[in-house]
């Protein structure tokens, strides 16, 4: 079936020095001719002196792309214009009466998969690398995008077709010369998967927390200084500070980057017993908050006491001394690490900064870069694992059930990098890009 011929604007709307339209598909040679930019030479920029039906519309320089040879493997183009809206407008146009329609979200690289230039997840890394705003987030989606993660995916399911073939090949040939019990040969290969896959699995929380972001949640007691260290580390005045307990009612979020890693820190609502229900919600959501945090920092300032945030507090957390200015809050015995800080005077702060930043670096660098990045990759990892183990069991039973789960175990895996096609999760997948990509 022959595509509809493309075009969106690959840069930010609005004003500004320079504007791309992109297009793709059969009929960008006649379009560029149309527009009086034809004979052009593939992947030469030229200047050349758009217009339509008599009327100009641009001076712009205009590149040329021969299918399979371009980002989506069909004829493609760039016009490089001003970047005016109004020519942007007049060119548009120019392109509609042309017989070309807009793209829509993530087109250009939905049909760069369709046309093998890149897998599903490779496609998926180009939209994580635009979206990057950390050096570790467009780190992992360059080395996504360069193909790492899906020579992971594939090494696991050739290991899966090699153990496959074991198994079919007792149940096709019976009666031939072949090794008594030959699918069994297949177990210690699924063993070895298995453990790949477990790993894998594991350690997707590594991948997702870059591309997400980590949560770092700051519980405590009413008026132990959260919502001034809050405002401290963030290097702005978000949250409200008064010396009234329990002013803090709700969960506040900020986004901020530290050693490179995207990071959501939470003020929350002093833990305690409250017939407030205002504030009541506020605890209840500050307990949820700690419990789905990545890490928390136990706030207690001198004289508080253990309280109820001791119950949120999990190994690995860090207690932070605060008001240090004031008094010495020495509490190292409960175990947990400790670094004493002032909100008030920035004592401390650097090497809480310089803490976190080591906590976060051992956390999400990891040595089997690149890690899952998506939820879909660890939920289709998770089918496929469990299918092996259901495997493995039938092996000591029957050959031919063996073969049904690791046939389901191995569409579970092409399902990550798209070999097998489901058309609601391309639309589900391609339909988060922004125009134009």
Known sequence: MTQDTIFALATPPGRGAIAVLRLSGPSVAPTLTALGAGGLKPRLASVRELNHDGVAIDQALVLRFVGPHSYTGEDAAELHLHGGRAVVEAASRALIALGLRPA????????????????????????????????????????????????????????????????????????????????????????????????????????????????????????????????????????????????????????????????????TAGLRDSDDPVEAEGVRRARARAEGADLRLWVRAPGDVEGVAADYVRSGDLIVANKSDLASADIRSQGWDQIAVSSHTGAGLGELHDWIAARLERDLSGADFPAITRERHRLRLSEALSDVKVGLRALEVSPEMAGDDLRRAARALSRVTGEIGVEEVLGEVFSTFCIGK
């Open 104 to 267: 829509e979200p993530g087109e250009f690289t939905r049909r760069a998969f369709q046309n093998g230039r890149m897998d599903l997840a490779q496609a998926e890394a180009v939209a994580d690398l635009i979206d990057a705003e950390t050096a570790a987030q467009a780190r992992q989606a360059l080395g996504q995008l360069d193909g790492r993660l899906s020579e992971t995916y594939a090494g696991f399911r050739r290991d899966l077709l090699k153990a496959l073939a074991l198994v079919e090949a007792e149940i096709d040939f019976p009666d031939e010369e072949v090794p008594d019990n030959l699918a069994r040969t297949a177990g210690p290969v699924l063993e070895q998967l298995a453990r790949d896959l477990h790993r894998a699995v594991e350690d997707g929380a590594r991948g997702e927390r870059v591309r997400d972001g980590y949560r770092i949640v700051l519980i405590g007691e009413t008026n132990a200084g959260k919502s001034s260290l809050f405002n401290a580390l963030i290097q702005r005045e978000a949250a409200i500070v008064t010396p009234i307990a329990g002013t803090t009612r709700d969960v506040l979020d900020a986004e901020l980057v530290i050693g490179g890693y995207a990071v959501t820190l939470s003020d």
